[in-house]
């Protein structure tokens, strides 16, 4: 009797542990420094789907990484971060796969955002977060921010003496510049009738885009110091803002923490408007979650991205690592109103463009950096290397 209950206790303690070593598992990917802003909903979803979640820290790169996993035989992802512009790249190697439920659910974000991940009619993304440039500026040294660039370049002249700048940024980075492109007509590429993108339409040499490109470059002399558009140009941009040197910045939403934890009294507005009136204009991205085509668990993966976008789990990652959700109902609650940040990025949206999600979209940004380099750093005239770098473009775009 004795060896029976021994027997039927090791057979319900082996039931037991097979049951536990069924019990579901997804690996999910995160930027290093931002898991922590989604621990909660990780602990209710595992609470309620009876799963379990291991997250991982991959850096931005994430489908470099995945392709090397696939290539080696690693465990993939269910679950990852990826970024709009690297898009067309991820679907020539076909390493994603559509989310079914973002059929449904595409009417709760903002169209740009679903488009920024949309083949076919497919949508490969939920996503994330949008990201774009604003204005960061020292309110302690100034009550409001200027709203003109010609004010800023004013600001310039009435520091100099106190060894003071006024608004600077990476301006030989096409990501920084074109806001001034796009703002008095230019474009990388025309859009089709559909909405979609027409590579065939380069308008880098249009007239409004070599008008604008005279003024960034008078701005960029006049006002930036030249070692700002060598390789460490941002972390010398970082340094004069937070030293209390420069009197405002352009730079991402991604930069609001580093700033903040410099002690700056920060304010944060809209980019300023050109000669013409109109307002820069840059490009803005789009973060979304993504699952791998080779995921083994895609049912429970898709059903724990719907789960972590919910507008609460939204709300807290926005309160926890600034990362704005492109979702209606977020984006109409109170406190975006009283956000600094989330205030700019909603008014910003209405009047800017995504980065286009070509294939080759690494090369094309690569060719624009270095016209916008010669040009501003070395003076050569911006007709000149613009038109080279759109014949380059046309080159390996048309082949």
């Known amino acids: ?8 206790s090791l057979v319900i303690l082996s039931s037991f542990n097979v ?17 922590f802003a989604i621990t909660k909903a990780i602990a209710d979803f595992e609470a309620i789907n009876d799963c379990e979640i291991k997250l991982r820290e991959i850096s931005s790169k994430q489908l470099d990484v995945l392709k090397e996993h696939i290539k080696n035989g690693e465990r993939i992802p269910d679950v990852m971060v990826t970024i709009s512009d690297k898009f067309g790249q991820a679907q020539e190697d076909h390493l994603l796969m559509p989310l079914d439920f973002m059929t449904i659910d595409r009417k709760d974000y903002l169209d740009e955002a679903v488009g920024a991940f949309t083949e076919s009619g497919k949508i490969y993304a939920s996503p994330r977060s949008i990201e ?4 960061y500026y020292n309110a302690d040294l100034i009550k409001y921010p200027a709203e003109t660039l010609a004010e800023y370049e ?9 060894d003071r700048l006024s608004l600077i940024g990476k301006f030989d ?6 806001g001034f492109i796009r ?23 249009s007239e409004g885009a070599m008008k604008v ?19 460490k140009g941002e972390a010398i941009i970082d340094k004069l803002f937070t030293s209390g040197r420069a009197i405002a910045v352009v730079n991402g939403s991604w930069a609001l923490e580093k700033y903040a934890k410099a002690g700056i009294n920060i304010g944060i507005a809209l980019l300023p408007k050109l000669k013409n009136g109109r307002r820069l204009a840059p490009f803005f991205g789009v973060k979304g979650y993504t699952i791998p085509a080779q995921s083994l668990h895609s049912e429970l993966a898709q059903k724990f991205i719907q789960f972590l976008n919910r507008p609460e789990y939204a709300e807290d990652r926005y309160f926890k ?3 704005l959700l492109p979702i209606r109902t977020v984006l109409n609650e109170s406190f975006i109103k009283y956000d600094d940040l989330a205030s700019t990025l909603v008014n910003e949206i209405k009047f800017l463009e995504p980065m286009p999600n070509i294939n080759k979209m690494n090369d094309v940004l690569g060719d624009l950096n270095y016209a916008l380099n010669r040009t501003v750093l070395y003076g050569i005239p911006y007709k000149s290397t613009f038109k080279n770098a759109k014949i380059r473009i046309e080159q390996y775009l048309y082949q």
Do not use: H
Request: net charge negative; glycine share 6%.
């Open 19 to 35: 049951y536990a070593q069924e019990k579901e598992q997804i690996e999910v990917w995160k930027e290093p420094s931002k898991s």
């Open 321 to 323: 690592k600034a990362e």
């Open 154 to 162: 004013q600001l310039a002249k009435d520091n100099k003496n106190k």
């Open 173 to 178: 980075d096409i990501y920084y510049a074109y």
């Open 183 to 205: 703002g008095n007509g230019g474009y990388v590429f025309g859009r089709n009738p559909d909405g979609s993108i027409n590579v065939n339409d380069i308008g880098l040499d």
């Open 132 to 135: 774009t440039l604003v204005v």
């Open 213 to 231: 490109l005279a003024e960034l470059t008078e701005y960029a002399r006049n006002c930036i110091p030249q070692d700002i558009f060598e390789k």
């Open 1 to 8: 009797m004795f060896k029976l209950a021994i027997i039927l």
